[in-house]
């Protein structure tokens, strides 16, 4: 009798890691490097076996892994507080990664809440046609997805900072800080009213956005597709 062997589906490398961290139930910052390699290299073993093509993406994390694992086994004096851990920037990537998928995840959930509004998903005629949303000349699913990318490019380019603050974000806040932004600028990129790319931020941000779009307080533009995205103030 034959058994087949089915692996999960990773986004990439980073994807791959959570879902080690995760499935040995430990937090990101405690994770021991020597066996968080040895179990990515077993998954990369088994990918080779199943005869599945593997992205240079995993195998340069594999060397990158091992490199850790190298620099974790060079000897330092206990009390040498100078020596930089091996693991930082790892760890500042996979948390970077993690805020991202869960940002992205918020998203989905106020999105689906808002398909149970209506009797199905309009179309970009049907916003056109709406009083409250002719100045939306991009569908929503098409705003959201383009937010996507913009933040998956932004966490692949540079890491986040992994300090934690207490500032709390709400729709009405940054609707007045984006009605700040457009009085002196008038028009901006929909990207640049995301500086900050923590779940809170990004989902209150991206809330407040469409909120004045309903109020008729900014609109939407997207000349042509894949096209930069422009907010510009209303009246």
């Known amino acids: 009798m034959e058994y087949s062997v089915i692996l999960p589906?990773?986004?990439?490398?980073?994807?791959?890691?959570?879902?080690l961290i995760k499935k040995a139930d430990i937090n990101i910052v405690d994770i021991k490097i020597d066996?968080?390699?040895?179990?990515?290299?077993?998954?990369?073993?088994?990918?080779?076996e199943l005869n599945l093509n593997i992205a240079s993406e995993y195998l340069v994390m594999a060397s990158e892994l091992l490199e850790i694992k190298s620099r974790t086994l060079i000897p330092h004096e206990e009390d040498?507080?100078?020596?930089?851990?091996p693991r930082e920037d790892l760890i500042?990537?996979?948390?970077?990664?993690?805020?991202?998928?869960?940002?992205i995840d918020k998203l989905r959930d106020y999105e689906a809440l808002r398909k149970e509004v209506y009797t199905r998903n309009p179309t970009l005629e049907?916003?056109?046609?709406?009083?409250?949303?002719?100045?939306?000349?991009?569908?929503?699913?098409?705003?959201?997805?383009?937010?996507?990318k913009f933040l998956k490019n932004k966490e692949a380019a540079k890491?986040?900072?992994?300090?934690?603050?207490?500032?709390?974000?709400?729709?009405?806040?940054?609707?007045?800080?984006?009605?700040?932004?457009?009085?002196?600028?008038?028009?901006?990129?929909?990207?640049?009213?995301?500086?900050?790319?923590?779940?809170?931020?990004?989902?209150v941000t991206f809330l407040a956005i469409l909120n004045m779009s309903k109020r008729q307080e900014l609109s939407i533009i997207q000349e042509n597709n894949f096209e930069n995205i422009i907010i510009e103030g209303v009246g």
């Not at 500042?92 to 940002?103: F, G, P, V």
Request: charge should be negative; charged fraction near 35%; aromatic fraction near 10%.
């Open 9 to 19: 589906e990773f986004e990439g490398p980073l994807d791959l890691l959570l879902y």
């Open 35 to 48: 066996e968080i390699t040895t179990q990515y290299l077993n998954y990369i073993h088994k990918m080779e």
């Open 80 to 85: 040498d507080e100078d020596i930089e851990d």
């Open 92 to 103: 500042k990537k996979l948390i970077n990664y993690q805020n991202y998928k869960e940002s």
């Open 126 to 148: 049907e916003y056109k046609n709406d009083t409250n949303l002719d100045n939306l000349n991009i569908s929503l699913d098409d705003l959201t997805n383009a937010l996507s």
């Open 159 to 203: 890491p986040l900072s992994t300090k934690i603050t207490n500032k709390e974000y709400s729709v009405g806040k940054r609707s007045t800080e984006i009605r700040d932004i457009l009085r002196v600028k008038k028009k901006v990129n929909f990207f640049e009213l995301f500086e900050e790319t923590t779940k809170e931020y990004v989902v």
